[in-house]
């Protein structure tokens, strides 16, 4: 009782919702009788105590809702069941980022993003079926100019989206795209490979994170490629969980330099070494 008098007495009736109650506006004018008894110090703590008393008495004749607004779970909703094309994924992740184009934070996504852009529009973003199954996509060069790149992507990414979305698949673009960026801004060394590795996965971060603020989306879409590949074993779930695992890893970073740094080592990254003057393409992956 003695925190709704306070509450009562402290301010307004705000906190409740008694609107819809007939005796809302008279209870509002013995609140604020109330309210100038208590700061009245002449009057005497009997008066104050039996005017709250009989305001209480009538409360419960009150219709008093408290209105709680619950936010339920992100989820991302897929809704293709065809292969994605590059032009698809392209076209999706151009929606999604366009959505929430003033909120990107990172000039390094806006930037890789440009990168894909550009290389969509002329015809350097292509699946490739030579990758091998661990390696998702691919970036080749040459160091020697900024003439851009190609950007090879394993063909299961065109499977892999109808299980976790376009938005989620075209994170290995995005990822490329960073690598591009890099090398257009000559920040892409053939020897700095960790270095490089971990910029193109801080891009894949702020993707992710932009996708997923929360990343409700991804540990749905984990439980979600689990759950197929539990029920309906196959190559496609295998390799679908395999790819989003990997995504909810790196959103785990949080973008921390450190922790990129530990995921790269731990993806088998390592610093090599400049090519010679005659190697055209080093490929990043």
């Not at 009245?40 to 709250?52: I, L, M, Y």
């Not at 305001?55 to 909703?77: C, N, S, T, Y």
């Not at 065809?82 to 390094?108: C, H, Q, W, Y």
């Not at 591009?180 to 891009?203: C, M, N, R, T, Y």
Request: proline fraction near 5%; hydrophobic fraction near 40%.
């Amino acid at each position: 009782m003695v925190p709704l008098l306070w509450a009562l007495i402290a301010g307004p009736l705000l906190a409740y919702d008694l609107d819809d109650s007939p005796t809302a506006a008279d209870l509002s004018v013995k609140v604020a009788e109330l309210r100038n008894l208590v700061a009245n110090t002449r009057s005497g703590d009997e008066r104050v105590h039996e005017f709250a008393r009989r305001l209480f008495e009538r409360i419960p004749d009150a219709q008093v809702a408290v209105h709680v607004k619950l936010r339920g779970w992100d989820m991302e909703r897929v809704t293709e069941k065809d292969a994605a094309s590059i032009d698809r994924l392209m076209r999706s992740a151009g929606a999604r980022f366009k959505t929430f184009a003033e909120e990107v934070p990172e000039p390094d996504l806006k930037d890789a993003y440009a990168s894909a852009t550009v290389l969509h529009g002329r015809d350097r973003i292509a699946y490739d079926s030579s990758l091998p199954g661990n390696q998702m996509g691919s970036y080749r060069y040459d160091p020697r100019t900024t003439a851009w790149g190609r950007v090879k992507v394993n063909e299961w990414i065109a499977q892999v989206a109808t299980v976790i979305g376009d938005a989620f698949a075209f994170t290995t673009l995005i990822h490329e795209s960073g690598h591009a960026d890099q090398h257009q801004k000559g920040q892409l060394s053939p020897a700095a490979v960790v270095l490089g590795e971990i910029a193109a996965f801080h891009v894949e971060y702020s993707w992710l994170k932009l996708l997923d603020p929360h990343g409700e989306r991804l540990a749905f879409l984990c439980t979600k490629a689990l759950n197929a590949q539990k029920n309906e074993p196959s190559a496609l779930h295998a390799m679908a969980l395999a790819y989003v695992t990997h995504l909810f890893e790196v959103w785990e970073t949080g973008g921390a330099f450190g922790k990129i740094e530990e995921l790269v080592r731990k993806r088998g990254y390592e610093d090599g070494h400049a090519p010679g003057n005659g190697a055209k393409t080093p490929t990043r992956s």
